[in-house]
């Protein structure tokens, strides 16, 4: 590579110190007693008129645990002792109710019950049932909040997880990190407001797309940054071979002088994101390997989070780096973690995702309790949707399938503005239906934006002439489930 070391090609680099200080649009509006500013974020955080009360963050951070495949809730926190009764008859008509199945179970000629081959104990304070493959989740049980109503209307896997994501079943819009990235910004200016982590050791049942964690119509500055194991954590974040931060910095320089003269001639706000792309990638090459060193943890930590927490990329070490970038303050940290697709041999199969997930999980709570972080961190568990009560295809002795059931499954929150040791919504003997407080997909969206101090009807972006916003035109906060 050949460096120009002469002077005459050294153009004025920018003071970096200068770049992380420099106000961005929304440090603007919050510093911003009156006018336009206050009026805007007004609208955003729910209040009614200027003057009004804004509505109060629980939530700084949030850490979501997306289990991608859909869990069955008959295996892990909706127990549903009178099905040993049933097994095998066939599910009734009066429960199915003519609803629509998977074209990998409508053609078969009976709908036979399955009930769960594990046994359920109570646990905690609460005395709330719990299964017998998630022992160390039962251990911190007063902390979630079980919400046992969920659902969607999405009854296969891609539409599903988009919809869980975005808000809308067909790919194109932001998603939930985006959007919250977007609303209230970093609170550090060396990482990514939005960072996201699959786990390498995971049964790959379903793929995941980088547009669940994409910023859609939103500024690309907004997207999530995918946080791999290996050598090169960030990709392109390293310097080429032969290459050093020098060399970057007067990169950097001459981009951004190109970047702007392209800004005064077009316009384009996208020339913007990439130049704020490009800095915080730069101040990245020190931040990153400093977050990404767990060696320095001591062994109790390792302990805590289970043998998996010292192989990087497994969910286990994901959920300890997750714990140290929710330190470092950023603002939307998500898990990936694929395999739970189970349509056959689903005992073998969940017992295992339980293993690889169960201790690490449980040990996330702790850690960020007893470091002050839980009270103000929102933890999310839960998948695209639940299994049907019925075995897919043939049923014998401990040894069953489940299909995708949309119309009512499980998910918790716990932390930052949610009751501790607490059940929300209740489904039928079947787990088919639900009987009590149904919580919609956007609910769920709307809840979540709330407890960070957002309303959601207020964080919208125009787009082709059209206000979009994550909710869609639907949405209401769960107000049963907050503390």
């Not at 009360?53 to 926190?77: C, D, H, N, W």
């Not at 019950?113 to 005395?127: L, W």
């Not at 603002?331 to 349509?343: A, I, K, N, S």
């Not at 787009?463 to 489930?481: A, E, P, S």
Request: glycine share 8%; hydrophobic share 35%.
């Amino acid at each position: 590579m050949n460096h120009h070391h002469d002077e005459a090609f050294r153009l004025p680099l920018p003071d970096l110190r200068e770049l992380n200080q420099r106000l961005d649009r929304r440090d603007f509006l919050l510093r911003t007693a009156s006018g336009l500013g206050a009026m805007a974020l007004g609208g955003l955080f729910g209040n009614t008129a200027l003057g009004a009360a804004p509505m109060i963050p629980k939530a700084k951070r949030i850490v979501y645990l997306f289990m991608a495949g859909g869990p069955s809730q008959f295996e892990t926190f909706d127990y549903k002792p009178k099905l040993m009764s049933m097994l095998g008859t066939s599910l009734p008509d009066s429960v199915r109710k003519g609803q629509r199945l998977t074209g990998m179970s409508a053609n078969q000629a009976s709908l036979p019950i399955a009930p769960s081959a594990y046994s359920f104990k109570q646990y905690g304070k609460t005395r709330t049932w719990v299964s017998e493959l998630l022992p160390y989740t039962a251990q911190v049980v007063d902390e979630l909040c079980l919400v046992k109503s969920v659902f969607t209307e999405q009854i296969n896997h891609d539409p599903a997880i988009t919809f869980f994501q975005t808000g809308h079943q067909l790919p194109g819009r932001p998603s939930i990190g985006s959007w919250v990235s977007y609303g209230l910004g970093s609170e550090n200016q060396n990482l990514p407001a939005f960072i996201v982590l699959v786990s390498k050791n995971a049964a790959k049942d379903q793929p995941l797309y980088a547009r669940l964690w994409g910023n859609g119509f939103l500024p690309s500055e907004y997207q999530g940054v995918q946080f791999r194991s290996g050598n090169d954590p960030v990709l392109f974040l390293n310097n080429p071979e032969g290459y050093d931060g020098a060399d970057r910095e007067q990169m950097l320089s001459y981009l951004n002088q190109l970047n702007k003269l392209q800004n005064e001639s077009w316009g384009d706000p996208e020339v913007n994101a990439r130049i704020t792309q490009y800095e915080m990638a730069f101040r990245m090459q020190t931040s990153v390997p400093e977050v990404m060193d767990t060696s320095t943890e001591p062994d109790e930590v390792f302990d805590l989070y289970g043998p998996g927490s010292r192989d990087k990329g497994s969910f286990a070490a994901n959920c300890l780096l997750a714990r140290k970038l929710l330190e470092k303050d950023v603002r939307f940290v998500q898990l990936y973690h694929q395999g739970w697709d189970h349509h056959g041999s689903l005992p073998k199969s969940i017992t295992k995702q339980c293993q690889q997930t169960d201790q690490a999980t449980a040990a996330l709570l702790i850690d960020l309790k007893r470091r002050g972080l839980l009270e103000d961190t929102l933890v999310i568990w839960g998948g695209e949707f639940g299994r049907t009560v019925y075995s897919q295809g043939k049923l014998a002795k401990n040894d069953y399938g489940r299909d995708h059931h949309p119309r009512c499954f499980t998910m918790w929150m716990a932390g930052a503005g949610i009751k501790p040791g607490f059940t929300y919504g209740q489904t039928d003997d079947f787990s088919y239906n639900i009987v009590k407080d149904p919580v919609h997909v956007h609910d769920f969206q709307a809840t979540l934006l709330h407890l960070l101090g957002v309303d959601h009807e207020q964080l919208t972006y125009k787009y082709q002439g059209r206000r979009f916003r994550l909710t869609d035109v639907h949405g209401k906060v769960v107000k049963g489930i907050l503390a």
